[in-house]
């Protein structure tokens, strides 16, 4: 099982870009699909991006793709959402999440996840 800790959430304005990282500890990082989710006040938790164990795949919620990215370095045991073109509506605290299954695709279930991180919050301002 890994231990995660995200960072870099702030408050930005509308079109801004920020870039949330995801640390990882533990054993058999580079082995578990990951992903990020958030949650918006009021509303349950929702799927962001996901990426597979090895970096090769990676899938979008339709209301980021082509704005945000996700990608990982299996030596530096880190995760990591490249945010741009933020609207109000991505206000939300965001979690990294880690898959229960060696060697799977892109985590994209809530279902699926079976470790997750503290969260860290997003304010993006009109």
């Known amino acids: 099982q890994v231990q995660l800790v995200e960072s870099g959430g702030g408050l930005v304005q509308a079109g801004d870009s920020l870039r949330l990282s995801c640390a990882a500890s533990?054993?058999?990082?580079?082995?578990?699909?990951m992903g990020w989710f958030r949650q918006a006040p009021g509303k349950e938790r929702e799927f962001v991006a996901g990426i597979s164990w090895n970096g090769g795949r990676s899938y979008y919620a339709d209301s980021v793709k082509g704005r945000f990215t996700i990608s990982r370095d299996n030596g530096k045991k880190t995760v990591l959402l490249q945010m741009s073109s933020l609207k109000p509506a991505d206000t939300a605290a965001y979690y990294c999440?880690?898959?229960?299954?060696?060697?799977?695709?892109?985590?994209?279930?809530?279902?699926?996840?079976?470790?997750w991180g503290q969260g860290t919050q997003v304010t993006v301002s009109s």
């Open positions: 999440a880690a898959g229960g299954s060696w060697y799977g695709g892109p985590l994209m279930s809530l279902a699926d996840c079976r470790s």
């Open positions: 533990g054993n058999n990082f580079s082995r578990y699909p």
